[in-house]
């Protein structure tokens, strides 16, 4: 019987890497960063596991154990007071770049009566944002390039964009792109997956293995470092301040282990969207388990930035 269970084990994981390293997902272009959360999105996999938010969670400081979801709802709260956001008078505009199925825009317009304007790259994840948007809310979703937003300058009484950074093939565009549309006296609020920063150790053979899977598999064109980004955002022509950044990995980390451990605990929902979601929840393991390799050995790290005032 063990021997069989292993077997099994063996079989089904052996099958996942095979599908991981035939089928990447490399950057090409925008559309490609596109069709891939299409494709994420159209298949409900991740909604039922994670829920409307496709960002990591929050556990606290130290970290403390904590429901997946809850702790995703928690990592939007955490934001909103760090980088100042609950100082806004309800009403205030907010543009919530790459907003993926509209979690987090929900959460600021119904908790602290926002008004949220959520943009993506991904027709798909703008009309199931919609569709999940109760009527009521002050929060409306569309279709846009986070390196070209078809939106006036000073627009905005805050910009939020969690973990879309990575998808920017020019990091000083999306960093102007940002704060252009802020008004003056505005709040910016972005938390990313970035890279160890060259200046503090180059990376080795393994590391440059690991980094080049991160990139090709869920179409990055790189990575930006903290001190890397924070210059992009300070030497932006439309900074208004002094920004500040943080260092989230470890309050983050239990996120990527979370995100696997929902399949197991959550079975019906991958089973029940049939075989196709059952080889695509195989196809995504091994990234997150590369994901946290790099964020608990220090290869990645989550930052968090704001404006200082």
Not at 128 to 148: H, I, K, N, P, Y
């Amino acid at each position: 019987m063990l021997a069989g269970l292993l077997l099994l084990t063996g079989a089904v994981g052996a099958t996942g890497c095979w599908i991981w390293l035939r089928r990447d997902r490399r950057y090409e272009s925008s559309e490609s960063v596109a069709a891939a959360y299409d494709a994420w999105t159209d298949d409900r996999l991740l909604e039922r596991l994670w829920g409307d938010h496709v960002h990591l969670g929050h556990y606290g400081s130290p970290p403390r154990r904590t429901d997946f979801r809850a702790a995703k709802a928690a990592f939007v709260h955490e934001l909103v007071r760090w980088s100042g956001l609950d100082q806004l008078p309800p009403g205030s505009r907010v543009l919530d770049v790459g907003c993926g199925i509209g979690g987090s825009a929900r959460i600021l317009a119904k908790d602290y009566g926002l008004d949220v304007l959520g943009i993506s790259i991904s027709p798909a994840q703008i009309r199931r944002a919609t569709e999940l948007t109760q009527e009521g809310l002050s929060c409306r979703f569309a279709v846009m390039d986070a390196l070209d937003l078809q939106l006036p300058d000073h627009s905005f009484d805050a910009v939020w964009s969690v973990e879309a950074g990575p998808h920017m093939p020019d990091k000083q565009r999306y960093a102007d792109e940002l704060l252009r549309v802020l008004k003056p006296g505005g709040h910016l609020a972005v938390a990313d997956w970035n890279r160890r920063d060259p200046q503090d150790g180059a990376m080795n053979r393994t590391e440059r293995w690991v980094m080049r899977q991160l990139l090709n598999q869920w179409a990055h064109p790189e990575f930006a470092s903290i001190p890397g980004f924070q210059s992009n955002l300070s030497t932006s022509v439309h900074n208004q301040g002094e920004i500040a950044t943080a260092d989230w990995t470890r309050e983050t980390l239990p996120s990527w282990i979370d995100s696997i451990v929902e399949g197991v605990r959550r079975p019906g929902a991958v089973f029940s969207l049939g075989p196709k979601a059952v080889l695509q929840g195989l196809r995504e393991t091994p990234t997150l388990l590369l994901m946290h390799w790099a964020f608990a050995t220090g290869l990645m790290q989550f930052g968090v930035f704001r404006l200082r005032r």
